[in-house]
């Protein structure tokens, strides 16, 4: 088997791959309810203030705050209630100086009142309170606009919409919101060994069941794509060429498993004009790219490790997705070496701020994958780091 004549750095190899590609200009409307994990194609600015109009921040008595700055429990200030209202009514009262209105959180505060008092602060006999303590101007209101204000970039283009997001979207009167296309992604599983349903014969017979197919789906769908599957194609040269050009002239991008290496039946790579082939990264090495198709490898967890550090980039960069990924910082609670000239991908478990180094070893070990929630990387110049070191890890 040849070898390959350079391994490109996975920086470097990045960098190729991502000014390779251009950003989707396709957009589309789509509802609140269907947008999330969406990418919005625009800015949103509010079209009005959120809240419209000063409310309740709690339940109690709208009044003028100067009228309860004597006001102690040991000598209470009376204060009468000329009206009452609910959530969503409007009193139609006006607060004079001894007056209250009794109210309740998210109600509209009446003309004339700058304050609420808590009714757990006041005692009340008929139409009567007796106040125990003062409140401020201003104490328990929320004042319009002070979610939102009229004319604010409230969500930017590139956002990955969240459930928090569409919740905002609503408060200011949204029922759609416009998204990038999702860019669709072809993939095309290979090697003679493969079977797409069970067979107890045949894998005895030393026939595997195919994973890739439902795994890139899955990670595909998870970072903006929609997923395109040609099948699981046996090492046939001239099907998977035909393949090949195929999802290439249907999908924004392609993902070929297997055919990476130089083996006699490594077919893939050579029906793609590619820019690298082979890099540092480790598990995953033989990846190549070119005219929007990665030519992956067969083992899943070498093709985890490749969607991870190169395709989920390139769908990112095709919807201009910002944020897309969670780092965070941990203590590694055991000694993790590496080889110089390695960029390594090393799974891990984060919990509790501490990372735990997954120490299944195998490209085709799928439990690796599972029992893992995120990865630290090993850069080429490292050989590693010790137990109680602080690194980054990246969730998945």
Do not use: W
């Amino acid at each position: 088997m040849r070898e390959f004549k350079r391994l490109i750095p996975y920086r470097e190899a990045l960098e190729m791959l991502l000014n390779d590609l251009n950003e989707i200009e396709d957009t589309e409307e789509v509802p609140l309810d269907g947008a999330l994990g969406r990418v919005l194609a625009e800015d949103i600015v509010s079209p009005i203030d959120s809240p419209p109009f000063d409310r309740a921040a709690v339940d109690g008595y709208a009044l003028r705050a100067e009228d309860t700055f004597q006001a102690r429990e040991y000598n209470p200030v009376e204060i009468k209630v000329i009206d009452e209202i609910v959530a969503g009514e409007e009193s139609k009262a006006k607060v004079e100086p001894g007056t209250a209105v009794k109210l309740m959180t998210g109600s509209k505060m009446p003309e004339g009142a700058n304050a609420v008092l808590m009714q757990e602060m006041a005692e009340r006999e008929g139409d009567v309170i007796r106040v125990l303590r003062p409140v401020a101007p201003g104490q328990n209101v929320a004042f319009a606009g002070e979610d939102v204000r009229k004319g604010e970039v409230i969500l930017q283009k590139g956002q990955i919409l969240r459930p928090q997001d569409l919740a905002l979207l609503k408060s200011i009167g949204l029922k759609t919101v416009r998204v990038k296309r999702k860019p669709l992604v072809g993939i095309i599983v290979t090697g003679d060994e493969l079977l797409e349903e069970f067979d107890e014969e045949a894998l005895k017979a030393g026939k595997i069941l195919d994973s890739n197919s439902v795994m890139l789906k899955g990670l595909v769908r998870q970072y903006f794509g929609e997923p395109r599957f040609y099948g699981v194609i046996p090492d046939d040269a001239e099907r998977i060429g035909e393949a090949i050009r195929k999802a290439r002239e249907e999908c924004d991008l392609v993902l070929v498993t297997g055919g990476s290496a130089f083996g006699e039946k490594d077919f893939a790579h050579r029906f793609v004009n590619l820019l690298f082939h082979g890099t540092t990264i480790k598990p995953g090495r033989p990846i190549g790219y070119g005219e929007r198709t990665f030519v992956m490898s067969g083992y899943p967890a070498a093709v985890f490790t490749q969607f991870h550090l190169y395709v989920k980039h390139a769908l990112a960069k095709l919807v201009g997705a910002r944020n897309y990924e969670v780092r965070v910082r941990a203590e590694l609670v055991e000694s993790v070496p590496s080889q110089l000239g390695r960029y390594e991908f090393v799974k891990v478990r984060y919990e509790n701020g501490k990372a735990k180094p997954i120490r299944k070893k195998g490209s085709g070990i799928i439990s690796s994958l599972v029992e893992s929630n995120g990865y630290m990387a090993i850069p080429e110049d490292s050989e590693g780091y010790l137990e109680g070191e602080v690194v980054e890890v990246v969730l998945y």
